[in-house]
């Protein structure tokens, strides 16, 4: 699996206070309040492709998610898909290896043209010939052959069972495009895109992007507003306050400092401006890394030591505001196969005797030099404040005399390929609400990781039996198995799973239904009065 964009770019979702409370701007209406009941969201993150076969980052899907359909989709609050463009869908036989879509009646592109099972083909064969590295392919790589017995009917056969081909296929990866409009083999680089999905996209630029709602879509979503404005502020988080502060946006989405949601959450000037943090759930989660060929952390000693040192509590309570909570598992908590098997080894407290036993037990008498290594520039900027307090933390103990070293992303990911980190940090938000989606990637062949770990009993039969599994209800028992050797050999250990908010300002409903463990952001359930 090739290592892809889809690593958290920020730590949390947006909170808005740095201006708002300070009384800027007018009461009155403003671009955020234009009739018709459409809206303007502002959010940090870029979109930075309109095409489904190139775009994997939070942004490019959150356009994909309401301008195209998928054969599935996942309803609000659920992390099980449901049929969207398709009347139905389902694996043939007994195993998980043949799986067959039949699709609704009367699908349209917004430009009027026929969706047919030529068109879903089209799209996957599509993303999987151009494989680019900015490109969702691996969520297609169980694909080994598609066929289409008629204009409704879409065949899948798989290489290997893969139970979780359907919440794959309803992520973005599986857009479908109109094979009329986009090259076979090339991206299309125009900013335009055509789908069949709730929303049509009208215009975009570095900017903003505009989308109308799609008069010819037929599936399951019903829209609630005219139109969505989507006005991007990359990086620029005293922009986007002032933003929603002077009534410019409706909603702001993702992006902003830890603080400024907990300063906003429960305030009395907020409500008196009629500005609202909307909290929802979330699965996105942040791990400390560990390179197992490393002179230090290479010994398990070390590894257990910090296991036993770190204080997460204090960590999402200084750091994050308690916009976070303690992770002590690789499963994040609303997800199957979550377990406690960090905090069953290695407590939810600090234990320096236990570390420094793991310590001696290793062999390891003085004190351990470390260096940690920080990109804000990916994960935002209360990262390097975080490790920081890691540092500190460890070094209290007396048993390290730790240190922390920041870098921009480019050279972080250089860093990280060419072995030269011990211990690192790594954030990730899923492409579905599945534990496969947050072991494979970790501990598959070729993982993401980039530290050396390597258990044959995981890739050869524990994931592997996981992704055969047609019901995700009932794959606990070799998740758990999984995250209890992880936690015992210490590749990389978790550190807190993230919320999701969105700050809204006026009569705005429905973003509650938005913010879910799908990571969905839903344009059609959101409504202004």
């Not at 489904?52 to 301008?67: E, I, K, T």
């Not at 005399?401 to 990911?413: I, P, R, W």
Request: net charge negative.
């Amino acid at each position: 699996m090739k290592a892809r964009n889809k690593w958290l770019t920020a730590p949390l979702a947006a909170g808005l206070a740095a201006g708002l409370l300070s009384g800027c701007g007018d009461e009155g209406s403003g671009s955020g309040d234009s009739g018709g009941g459409s809206l303007v969201i502002g959010m940090s993150d870029e979109v930075l492709s309109t095409d489904p076969a190139a775009g994997y980052d939070p942004g490019s899907w959150l356009l994909f998610n309401n301008v195209f359909q998928s054969l599935l989709s996942f309803p609000k609050g659920s992390s099980m898909p449901e049929p969207e463009a398709a009347e139905s869908c389902g694996f043939e036989g007994s195993g998980s290896t043949v799986y067959r879509c039949k699709l609704r009646d009367g699908l349209k592109f917004s430009n009027g043209n026929p969706l047919t099972s030529e068109d879903v083909k089209f799209s996957f064969d599509r993303v999987r010939k151009i494989d680019s590295e900015a490109g969702p392919m691996p969520l297609l790589s169980t694909i080994d052959e598609i066929r289409t017995p008629d204009e409704k009917t879409v065949v899948f056969k798989l290489s290997v069972p893969d139970a979780t081909f359907p919440s794959k296929i309803a992520s973005g990866a599986g857009s479908i495009v109109d094979h009329r409009e986009y090259p076979a083999d090339a991206l299309r680089t125009d900013g335009k895109a055509v789908g069949s999905g709730p929303y049509k996209l009208d215009s975009y630029s570095k900017e903003e992007a505009a989308f109308s709602v799609n008069e010819g879509y037929r599936g399951t979503a019903e829209t609630r507003n005219a139109g969505v404005t989507l006005k991007f502020f990359p990086g620029d988080q005293k922009a986007l306050a002032s933003a929603l502060g002077e009534g410019d946006v409706d909603v702001a989405y993702r992006g902003l400092p830890a603080e400024e949601i907990s300063e906003l959450q429960g305030s009395a000037a907020a409500d008196d401006r009629g500005i609202e943090v909307v909290e929802g759930s979330s699965a996105e989660v942040q791990h400390l890394v560990f390179n197992v060929d490393d002179a230090v952390v290479g010994r398990l000693g070390v590894r257990k030591a910090i296991a036993y040192l770190i204080d997460r509590d204090a960590l999402v309570r200084d750091v994050y505001q308690s916009t976070a909570t303690p992770l002590y598992s690789i499963i994040p908590a609303g997800i199957a196969g979550h377990n406690t098997a960090f905090f069953d080894l290695y407590g939810g407290e600090p234990q320096p005797q236990k570390a420094e036993q793991a310590l001696r037990s290793a062999g390891i008498s003085g004190k351990v030099k470390l260096t940690l290594w920080s990109t804000p520039s990916r994960y935002g900027p209360a990262t390097d404040q975080e490790f920081k307090v890691i540092a500190k933390q460890l070094n209290a103990s007396g048993l390290f005399d730790a240190t922390v070293k920041s870098v921009d992303f480019e050279e972080y990911e250089k860093g990280i390929a060419a072995g030269k980190y011990g211990v690192y940090v790594k954030g990730w938000v899923p492409d579905y609400p599945d534990p496969d989606n947050f072991t494979q990637p970790f501990f598959g062949e070729g993982n993401v990781l980039g530290n050396n770990y390597d258990n044959k009993r995981i890739t050869g039969s524990i994931l592997p039996e996981a992704a055969g599994e047609s019901d995700r209800t009932a794959v606990d028992k070799p998740y758990v198995e999984l995250q209890n050797l992880v936690a015992q050999e210490l590749p990389i250990l978790p550190l807190w799973q993230g919320k999701q908010y969105a700050v809204a300002r006026g009569d705005v409903a429905g973003l509650q239904w938005t913010l879910d463990a799908s990571t969905v952001f839903r344009f059609w359930e959101i409504e202004k009065a």
